[in-house]
C-alpha cells in the first residue's frame, strides 16, 4: 500500500516537474518572441547562383552645389522588393563611386526595411544617423532626400518614406528636420 | 456630416466634415452664411463643438436632394473664403469680420489701453496694445505679437561651425537684437521662446506661440553643410509632408483658458497646458511663403550673402504654430568665413536689422 503510494506520488511529482519546466519554458519562449514589426528582411543578401542584377540609381552630394547626384549601381535583382531597397540604402551608405559626398555619418548602418501595403517604406537606421549628423538644415534636408527619393525613384510600389532610428521614431534628425511624419520624394532637389 | 466652428486668432473656422464629396454653393444673407449643398445621400447632421465667438449656430433645411446648412454670425460685416480638403472630406470656411469700427482703429491710445486691460476680447480687434504708449506705424490687422524663436538652446546646441561657435548662442545673439530693434521701434509686444542658453522643445516653442496668440513667429537658425564652401542666407517655411494625412489633423486638440496668458512669461513651461495645434501651419503657408519673400529680399540687401532663396521643408518647429511662421537661416556656421561673420556683432545687428525691415514691409502689406 505505502509503497504503491510512494509509486504514485513519485510519478505525480515527476509529471508535475515536467509540467512546471515545459510551462515556464513556453512562457519564457512566448516572453521572448516579441510581436514582430514586420516581416525582418536578411540584410545580407546572399548572392544567388542566377546573378540577376538590377540597375538603380543612389543619390549623392556634391561640394559644387546644394542638389542630390544620381549615380548608378547594380543590386542583385532576384529578391522581394524589401530586399532591393535595403541593398539600395545599403549602397547608399557605403558612398559614391564617383567621389560625390556621402550624405550620411559613415558609422550609420542599416537596422532593418519594410514597406506597408500602402507602400510606405519604414527604414529603420542605427541611432549613428541622428547622434553623428552634423545637424543643420541643409545636411538635413539632403540627408532625408538622398534616402527619400532614392527609394521612390527605382521602386514604384514605394510611395513615402518614414524614417526611423534605433527601432523608434525620431522628432527631428538634427534638430530641425521633422522625422515625425512620412516624407513624400522632393524631386526638384535631384541635378540633371 | 459634422459640423464645428472654432476661432483663430485673426479669423473664425466653420468647418463640415463628410463621408462623401460634397458638391455646394455659398449664399450671403445678412448675417446668415448659406451653404447649399446637392446630393443624392441622405446624410445625418451632427452638430459638433462650436467654440467661436463669432459663429452663433449651424442649422438646416432639407428638401428633396438639398440640404441647405445655414450659420448664423455675430453680425452681417464679414467676408469668407472657402476650400475643401480630402481625407476625410472637409469643407472649410474662414470667416474674417471687417472693420465697422473705422473711427475706433483710428482712435487714441487712451482707448488701446481700456481694451488691453480687458481679458476677453474678439481675436480680430485692430487694436495694438500697448503699454509703452508708442504708435505703431502699421497697425496690422490682428497682428499684436510677434514670437521670435531662438534656434537650439541648452543641451541641445545646434550645428557647430570649425572653430567651436554653436548655432545656439548666435541664435541668441541675434534673437535679442531683433527684440531690442522691434520693440523701441513698433508697437507690438516680442515674445522669446528662450532668453538664455535654455532646453526648450520644438512643441513648447509652437505652444508658447499660440498662447500668446502670436500674429508672427520667426525662427532664427544658422546653417550647416557637409559641402566645406557652402554658403549664404536662406529663408524657409514650411513643406506638408503627406498632406492628406495632415488635413485630417488639422482639427486640434483645444486646452487654452485666459489664466495660461499670464503664466507664459514666468517661464514656467512645463505647467503651461499645451495647446496642441497639430499642423495648425497649414492653413498659413501663403501667408508664410510672402513672409519668406519678403524676409529674404531683406537679408540679400543688407548683408551681402548669397541669396540662397525661400524655400520649403519640413521643419518641425513650424508645424503647430498658428500664424504666418518662417525659419531664417541666417548663414553657414560649417563655413569658417561665415563663421566669422556670425561671431561678429555688426554682422549680428545687420541680421536682426534686415529681418526688422522684413517685419515692416510685411505688416505694411497686411495693414492695407
Keep these: 500500500m505505502d509503497v504503491k503510494r510512494v509509486a504514485i506520488l513519485g510519478v505525480l511529482l515527476v509529471l508535475l516537474i515536467i509540467l512546471i519546466v515545459v510551462f515556464f519554458k513556453s512562457g519564457g519562449k512566448e516572453k521572448i518572441k516579441q510581436p514582430p514589426p514586420a516581416p525582418r528582411p536578411e540584410l545580407q543578401s546572399q548572392p544567388k547562383e542566377s546573378g540577376q542584377t538590377k540597375k538603380i540609381v543612389l543619390l549623392f552630394l556634391s561640394e559644387e552645389d546644394d542638389l542630390l547626384h544620381p549615380e548608378e549601381r547594380e543590386i542583385i535583382a532576384d529578391s522581394s522588393v524589401v530586399r532591393q531597397a535595403s541593398q539600395t540604402i545599403e549602397e547608399l551608405i557605403k558612398g559614391s563611386e564617383k567621389g560625390y559626398l556621402s550624405p550620411f555619418p559613415p558609422e550609420t548602418k542599416l537596422r532593418q526595411l519594410f514597406i506597408t501595403k500602402e507602400g510606405v517604406a519604414y527604414v529603420d537606421f542605427s541611432k549613428e544617423l541622428t547622434e553623428k549628423h552634423p545637424s543643420g538644415s541643409s545636411a538635413e534636408i539632403l540627408t532625408v532626400y538622398s534616402i527619400v527619393n532614392s527609394l521612390t525613384q527605382n521602386f514604384n510600389s514605394i510611395k513615402k518614406v518614414f524614417i526611423l532610428v534605433d527601432g523608434g521614431e525620431k522628432e527631428t534628425l538634427g534638430g530641425h528636420i521633422d522625422l515625425t511624419r512620412p516624407f513624400l520624394p522632393q524631386y526638384s532637389l535631384i541635378a540633371d | ?368
Design chain 2, 1 to 368: 456630416m459634422k459640423l464645428s466652428a472654432k476661432d483663430y486668432p485673426d479669423f473664425s473656422r466653420a468647418i463640415f466634415t463628410s463621408s462623401f464629396p460634397l458638391s455646394y454653393t455659398l449664399e450671403k444673407s445678412s448675417s446668415f452664411l448659406l451653404v447649399h449643398l446637392e446630393t443624392k445621400f441622405r446624410f445625418r447632421i451632427q452638430r459638433d463643438a462650436i467654440e467661436s465667438d463669432f459663429i452663433k449656430s449651424f442649422g438646416w433645411i432639407k428638401r428633396n436632394d438639398s440640404y441647405t446648412i445655414t450659420i448664423e454670425t455675430k453680425h452681417s460685416n464679414f467676408k469668407f473664403d472657402h476650400f475643401v480638403q480630402n481625407n476625410p472630406y472637409q469643407l472649410v470656411i474662414d470667416f474674417r469680420q471687417l472693420e465697422e469700427k473705422k473711427i475706433e482703429s483710428q482712435s487714441s491710445l487712451e482707448e488701446a489701453k481700456v481694451t488691453d486691460g480687458k481679458k476677453k476680447e474678439t481675436p480680430s480687434q485692430p487694436v495694438v496694445s500697448n503699454p509703452q504708449g508708442r504708435q505703431s506705424p502699421p497697425a496690422a490687422k490682428g497682428i499684436k505679437t510677434i514670437v521670435i524663436d531662438p534656434g537650439h538652446g541648452g543641451l541641445e546646441a545646434g550645428a557647430k561651425g570649425k572653430f567651436g561657435t554653436m548655432e545656439k548662442e548666435i541664435t541668441l545673439a541675434i534673437s535679442l537684437k531683433l527684440k531690442g530693434i522691434v520693440e523701441r521701434n513698433l508697437a507690438f509686444r516680442v515674445v522669446l521662446t528662450r532668453d538664455k542658453d535654455l532646453d526648450v522643445s520644438l512643441e513648447n516653442r509652437a505652444a508658447l506661440a499660440n498662447n500668446n496668440r502670436a500674429g508672427l513667429f520667426i525662427s532664427i537658425h544658422t546653417n550647416s553643410s557637409y559641402r566645406k564652401n557652402a554658403q549664404g542666407s536662406e529663408t524657409f517655411f514650411l513643406s506638408l509632408n503627406a498632406t492628406d494625412e495632415e488635413a485630417r489633423k488639422l482639427a486640434y486638440l483645444e486646452n487654452s483658458s485666459p489664466e495660461f496668458e499670464g503664466q507664459i512669461e514666468k517661464g514656467s513651461e512645463d505647467e503651461i497646458k499645451m495647446i496642441l495645434w497639430d499642423m495648425a501651419q497649414s492653413a498659413y503657408i501663403k501667408q508664410s511663403s510672402q513672409l519668406a519673400e519678403i524676409l529674404q529680399k531683406e537679408l540679400n540687401l543688407l548683408l551681402g550673402t548669397m541669396n540662397r532663396g525661400i524655400k520649403q521643408a519640413p521643419f518641425k518647429v513650424l508645424t503647430g504654430v498658428a500664424c504666418p511662421a518662417v525659419l531664417v537661416e541666417v548663414a553657414f556656421i560649417s563655413n569658417p568665413e561665415e563663421e566669422k561673420d556670425l561671431l561678429n556683432e555688426a554682422f549680428q545687428n545687420d541680421v536682426a536689422q534686415a529681418i526688422y525691415r522684413g517685419l515692416v514691409s510685411y505688416i505694411k502689406l497686411y495693414s492695407q
